[in-house]
């Protein structure tokens, strides 16, 4: 996964910033760029009277298998929606590993939840989901592609589309970790690869522990 910053050109970290970039960055052009770096993923307006669309966006890639993206919107959910004409064994097919930074509604095929900040969801490209929030948009997501999640596959499988209470055992680990992945630190790691590495490590051990903790749970 590789990234150009779309204002000024540069390699990653990608930034983009609607309020720096001025009339460039409409919602229908933002809607263009978004699926570079969060494939599958639009904005809609939360409403038809909606103050002026605003948003930040900033993506790095840990490796050529997975992806961190920050996202805040002012007034504006997220949707996230399968591709057409995409088999389901396809390499593009992802996991999405999402922190709620603010309350939200999410709904997503037959289930729906409430979300309060710190909550994680685990979602697959593959699937419909609507990430509808309070007030703002805020939330850091990790993508990963499914063959990256190795013998965890069907793990993942068990806990898709579940929320986790952020004060919920690993998930308060997993929360806080992700809470720190800032545009600071994804500077310090751009040019130091091990570094990278032991940062998806870290964020696949924790989901790991996290996930089969909530599906032993339920069995």
């Not at 050109?9 to 460039?24: H, K, Q, T, Y």
């Not at 999410?106 to 685990?122: E, H, I, P, V, W």
Request: glycine share 4%.
């Amino acid at each position: 996964m590789h990234f150009k910053d779309f204002v000024n050109g540069l390699s990653e970290p990608f930034r983009l910033n609607s309020a720096m970039a001025g009339a460039d960055i409409s919602l229908p052009r933002f809607n263009q760029i978004l699926p570079q770096v969060l494939p599958n993923a639009q904005l809609h307006l939360a409403a038809q009277q909606a103050p002026a669309f605003g948003v930040n966006l900033s993506a790095f890639s840990l490796t050529a298998r997975a992806s961190i993206v920050m996202l805040q919107a002012h007034h504006a959910d997220l949707v996230l929606a399968p591709p057409a004409l995409v088999p389901a064994t396809s390499n593009s097919q992802q996991w999405f590993l999402l922190c709620a930074w603010e309350s939200a509604e999410f709904t997503g095929n037959a289930n729906s939840c409430t979300l309060q900040a710190g909550d994680l969801l685990l979602l697959h490209s593959s699937s419909s989901a609507t990430l509808r929030p309070h007030l703002n948009l805020n939330c850091t997501i990790i993508a990963l592609q499914e063959h990256c999640v190795g013998y965890s596959q069907t793990l993942f499988r068990q806990a898709c589309n579940q929320h986790f209470c952020a004060d919920s055992g690993w998930a308060r680990l997993l929360s806080a970790h992700l809470h720190e992945l800032n545009e600071p630190f994804m500077e310090r790691i751009a040019t130091v690869p091990s570094d990278q590495a032991v940062c998806l490590d870290t964020i696949l051990s924790l989901a790991v522990m996290m996930l089969g903790q909530s599906v032993h749970h339920y069995i």
